[in-house]
DNA sequence: TCATCTATGTTATATCATAACATTTATTAT
DNA sequence: ATAATAAATGTTATGATATAACATAGATGA
């Protein structure tokens, strides 16, 4: 049997936390910011429980934030996509279950096989439509 | 009539040079330290010309390389995606015209508008594949 | 017990990006 | 021509993101 993996440590499970009230991505020195209360005062504990989360699924780097997101669907092996609000800041996490096959097909072509994929669109969601501009506030 | 733009300077044709002569994305820094030969010394006006370069569409940002490159298909108007090499580096540029209705209409089923994509694909070329793991060398 | 694995602490530094303001150059209108 | 404008660049400083390197500590398993 594939080996269980140890439980999440507590900083681990407080990093988490932090993501899933967040209402937005948060990058990972909010995150000390926030943690400095636990007795975390350096970046690479941050960074180090990121990646302990991402590896297992838990969270999602948005690439185009430099940020950090609980995963809303804990477990899935769908490719992850996020629909992110330039005005209000939400992000959207969706899985199209087509999506990732079609992307595998395409970058395929030339022989390429994929490992990861990476799908962010920008724009703005259903409450700040109208509002053709602005940034988050 | 649409007013036509100005042709780029001489500096935006020499990063728009370095970044088609490349055979990888190349970092803001990585095109600084090219750039110093010809007088540059300073982030800003690197950046100054990939904005100005992005803007007509000339080059693309690797949102998860922090990196940049020469567009392949200058003018056109689609989504460009990008399949990356995480064992050569190399960079392929490719456009599929389903894929952006695709992502415009999956992420517009809650009402978002969509402005913006970033779709990014690591795995390994043809020529590295084979090489399961590994990184640039 | 001993080796190993994971996480964390700690210090320092590397890397990526922009703010703010001055100056210069090119274009356009008059 | 020249004044007004717009675009690009220079310059200094700083902000924001991320990792290297090495030490320590606790848990797991042989």
Redesign the interface.
């Known amino acids: 049997m594939t080996s269980a993996s140890r439980p999440l440590s507590p900083t681990q499970v407080r990093v988490l936390a932090l993501l899933s009230a967040a209402q937005k991505p948060l990058s990972a020195y909010d995150l000390l910011g926030l943690l400095r209360e636990d007795g975390v005062n350096a970046p690479p504990t941050v960074y180090r429980a990121l990646e302990r989360l991402m590896r297992d699924g838990l969270a999602h780097r948005i690439?185009?934030l430099n940020a950090f997101v609980a995963c809303n669907k804990p477990h899935h092996t769908e490719l992850a996509?996020f629909?992110i609000?330039?005005h209000c800041g939400v992000v959207?996490e969706?899985t199209?279950q087509?999506?990732q096959a079609?992307?595998s097909a395409?970058?395929g072509r030339?022989?390429?096989?994929?490992?990861?994929?990476?799908?962010?669109?920008?724009?703005?969601?259903?409450k700040c439509?109208g509002h053709a501009h602005g940034h988050a506030h």
């Open positions: 690439e185009s996509s629909a609000c330039d959207a969706f199209d087509d999506l079609r992307l395409v970058s030339s022989g390429f096989h994929a490992t990861r994929m990476t799908v962010e669109i920008h724009g703005h969601c259903a439509a």
